[in-house]
């Protein structure tokens, strides 16, 4: 497909959609799978990048143990989807309604989520939820999670009240910058290092010490046990800019309308409403187009994006391109399904909005 | 309701949540109706913000002559939900696909489009469609939108293909910006005046010069006829930070539980995937607290705000906060509904996702 022809489709839907190619999907899924053989480690691929379930499916099929996701909505809908192995990195706040609706996940799967208080897990006695717990640490992203030596008391309370300990986990969000890919997964092999020998110091065996990011896991260090990335399945404008994919692996793209040449402009009618308004202070812009790789979205609105052509022939009026969202996690939420590439079918973006 | 409690409602959906405090939304209704009267001028407010039916019926009884949005799918929403007057005001690029459904709100509503070429008349033309049309003209964002003087050939020709040609409009996004919004207005107000003189010298009437935005209406110049502001509905951060609301008269907040302490942080579990991400250069962070007025959002990922606090006691684990996000357009985007404050209602996003 060319942006320079005035392409459009009967059956797609009107632009700006979302659209994936499943050959290059399935390639990123078996890399990665192959990656973590390699190193001899599990993979628990984070599914908040994809929210869908059959992407999961095809996970799991790769090789994957279970998968990750980051609320217990996201938990309910690939629970009912059929995925019998979850963990929810991320410190919950269970309340009663919340407890109600885990329980439910937890007659369906089998689920453990991340603790970084032991109020945390008093809230979870109080409301008689045990799922297994795995303590989250700080690697240097300094989010959430307790300084790595500070495990220990956590997981110990945990189990004196009942819980499965299953061992640390850590985002190593500070992986997302130049250069500071390989550091980071020092950083983060080193935390889980050390949580794991703060719960083993309380009499606790350590089962998972887990990792996560796409931009660290080329880099992970001896010392994990888990892998939890997530944009791998997909790739985005900022892997690319971080090293961590090429264009030429990028999966998902929004195809969006060259709407206006005014003043010599190029203007697309897919804005932060579609592609998700994420931006790195490194990035070098709001998006990137899969076929001309000179060009950048050097602004964006909630309905344009207006793009700095460099070299080569501009695009056409009502001609379309394909746009590279600098964070595709972002572009999911925002779509209600996929257009899959080369075929008329049209998959539901299942968990999109679960964020609670 | 105090984010020290530890408060929860039973009724409440799982946090993050959005909630809009009517008593303000009214009171914001009322303001800038009050306002577009004492100008003399026709408001028309953009509808994008709020995709609420209910709430574009709430403008429509405050005496707004008619609702702007900027997508077919955005009209074809509220013409359903019984709105007879809808400009679009974006440069569509209408294909064959979109032609059916433009003829469609037709039959429901007075419908005009914004142009800024002859070829998407055009494509128009040789779809057989003929909404009315507003010529978009640039008055200093350079977006979309032509050099005011060049409105005359686009009025002309559109006239010539048999559209009725309603006027100008432009958006002055640089008022986004601060100590610019008094400054945009009046290139607002130059950029129409410019433009309507191009389209009356081709012995084209000009009925509308269509001026926008929250925060360049307080300084609308002589000259404009019709207002479009959106955001003043419910107001947000970069509002308030660029002087065009109050604190006090933020109307939509994200309700959002303190989930972790970890390394004397305050870590919220509303992020990007609930807030939005956008966040212009000079804004004071990625948010802030409704009731703490120090406090910033100093980094957000897709289910974390970090907050710095300032002073005074932070809140509770567990404890629930109001954040006003730095865009509420991208907010309300993100939510499938609102839950009112004070009642047990829960209002539908509309036009969610309808961006297309």
């Keep these: 497909m060319s ?7 009967e059956d797609a839907p009107a632009t700006p959609y979302v659209r994936i190619d499943l050959g290059r999907v399935d390639a990123a899924i078996d890399r990665m799978a192959d990656h973590a053989r390699s190193l001899g480690v599990a993979l628990r691929p984070h599914a908040k990048t994809h929210k869908s379930i059959r992407l999961g499916h095809r996970q799991r099929a790769a090789g994957a143990v279970g998968l ?7 938990a309910e809908v690939f629970a009912e989807g ?21 329980a439910r996940v937890m007659d369906r799967a089998r689920v453990a989520v991340g603790v970084d208080s032991v109020e945390s897990v008093a809230e979870m006695v109080a409301h008689g939820i045990r799922p297994e717990v795995v303590i989250e640490v700080d690697s240097g992203h300094h989010r959430s999670g307790v300084a790595p030596g500070a495990a220990g008391t956590i997981a110990r309370y945990a189990a004196d009240a009942g819980f499965r300990v299953r061992g640390a ?6 992986s997302y910058a130049p250069q500071t890919r390989a550091s980071a997964a020092v950083d983060e092999a080193s935390a889980l290092l050390t949580a794991s020998d703060a719960i083993a110091a309380v009499d606790l065996d350590v089962a998972v010490r887990s990792g996560g990011s796409t931009p660290s896991a080329e880099f992970a260090a001896p010392g994990l046990t888990e892998l939890r990335p997530g944009v791998y399945v997909f790739g985005d404008a900022q892997q690319v800019e971080l090293g961590s994919c090429q264009m030429e692996d990028v999966a998902l793209t929004v195809v969006a309308t060259v709407v206006s040449h005014a003043g010599g402009r190029v203007i697309l009618d897919a804005g932060g409403k579609a592609l998700g ?11 990137r187009l899969l076929e001309w790789p000179d060009a950048r979205i050097v602004a964006l609105s909630e309905h344009h994006a207006t793009v700095e052509w460099g070299t080569g022939e501009r695009p056409q009026l009502g001609s379309q391109v394909l746009v590279v969202p600098n964070h595709v996690c972002a572009t999911v939420n925002l779509a209600d399904s996929f257009v899959v590439a080369g075929s008329s079918e049209r998959w539901q973006v299942d968990a999109r909005g679960k964020n609670a």
Tied chains: 1, 2.
């Design 82 to 102: 059929g995925c019998d192995d979850l963990f929810i990195a991320y410190p919950l706040w269970i309340d009663a309604p919340k407890a109600r609706r885990l």
């Design 68 to 74: 990750t996701v980051a609320t217990v909505g996201e």
């Design 3 to 9: 942006g320079h022809a005035k392409t459009s489709f």
């Design 277 to 287: 308004a994420d931006r790195a202070p490194w990035s070098s812009g709001h998006g």
């Design 169 to 174: 986990f850590t985002f190593p969000g500070h």
